[in-house]
């Protein structure tokens, strides 16, 4: 047998909890609606993804996938936001591509542009795990995380009152050599597309190092590092910038997998930035993909997988659920995400 067809099925004799409701509702503050990554919300009707959040209990779900271009922004808000304001948050974003085309205007562009996004409705900025990875300037060069020729686009957006989702790098193993040693090596062999193997990409350190000087030096600017602050595999790392930056904030977005495999710190973690910690599934508005989260912050049930899918797709690992008490569940789940995010624009 070959291990990718190894299939072994749990024997332990534990507690499986169903939780279909969450105990608070949440606001999901990293998802998509899009093709690619929210399952082509633009063409299937919305009353259809409204029962889909009503089942699950979502009173509102913020769509980042406003971000390539105004036409997409602009049809997003018009098909989710328009219908149903209370129930949508749409993010805008950062053309990168069109750095070669205006040369040294482009930071002056970009502001002007989300400008126009906030006026035309968009609540917030998306930054997508291109900067610091593939962006290049008009000389060809790779754009660091904090290069400061960005400055006025993070200064603007304080300005504008859009909070920043900011996903740099990736899963730190995304960087390492493709070997036996790799604890991705199954998704990655699925997703040769997220192979960043260091040299020739820059090593992940230095990404999530520059994530941090960028946080530290704009504190007018509210940072929502997705995937729990770009580093799930450290939280002690997450945790001193949190410290060290009032004005940086997490998701918990498409990282049950790393956070549940280490339910001692990851409790703790929760614990000590109730108050900085943002629920999000990233994985389209799925009833399926809620319940395992659910399942996760608020129950004490252990060895389960993180995924739909029956060999989990982030590594062949179990979680254990963190059963946070309901003062940090109703904080995770939407105070802080009303405080942060719906209180701007
Ligand atoms: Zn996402």
Redesign the pocket.
């Given at each position: 047998m070959n291990l990718e067809d190894f299939r072994p099925e749990s024997k332990l004799v534990t507690k499986t909890t169903q939780v279909s409701k969450p105990r608070f509702p949440p606001i999901d503050a990293?998802?998509?609606l899009g093709e690619e990554?929210g399952g082509g919300w633009e063409k299937r009707p919305l009353a259809e993804l409204l029962d889909q959040l009503d089942g699950s209990g979502i009173q509102c779900y913020v769509d980042?996938d406003g971000g390539w271009g105004e036409h997409i922004l602009n049809r997003h808000l018009d098909l989710f936001k328009q219908p149903a304001p209370e129930r949508f948050q749409i993010f805008g974003g950062v053309d990168w591509s069109k750095w070669p085309e205006k040369g040294d205007t482009f930071p002056e562009w970009a502001t002007t542009r989300l400008r126009i996004q906030k006026e035309r409705g968009a609540q917030g900025l998306k930054i997508w795990k291109g900067l610091g990875l593939q962006v290049i300037d008009h000389t060809g060069t790779l754009v660091n995380v904090d290069d400061r020729r960005l400055d006025p686009i993070w200064e603007t957006a304080a300005e504008l009152g859009f909070p920043v989702v900011i996903?740099v790098a990736d899963p730190a193993a995304f960087f390492d050599p493709i070997d036996e040693t790799n604890e991705r090596w199954e998704e990655l062999g699925r997703h040769p597309e997220w192979v960043f193997t260091s040299p020739p990409f820059p090593s992940f350190l230095h990404i999530v190092e520059g994530l941090a000087s960028l946080v530290s030096r704009h504190p007018r600017t509210t940072f929502i590092g997705?995937h729990v602050g770009c580093y799930a595999e450290n939280l002690a790392w997450v945790g001193r910038l949190l410290d060290r930056c009032p004005n940086f904030h997490v998701d918990i977005?498409?990282r049950i997998g790393e956070l549940g495999r280490q339910p001692y710190t990851t409790r703790r973690f929760f614990l000590d930035y109730a108050d900085r910690i943002l629920f999000g599934s990233?994985m389209g508005p799925s009833p399926e993909d809620y319940q395992i989260i659910y399942r996760f912050l608020e129950t004490d049930d252990e060895y389960f997988n993180y995924n739909t899918t029956p060999v989990p797709a982030q590594g062949r690992w179990y979680v254990h659920g963190i059963y946070l008490p309901d003062d940090v569940l109703e904080q995770v789940y939407f105070r802080n995400a009303e405080r942060i995010l719906l209180n701007h624009g």
């Open positions: 990293h998802n998509h990554f980042l996903h997705a977005s498409a990233d």
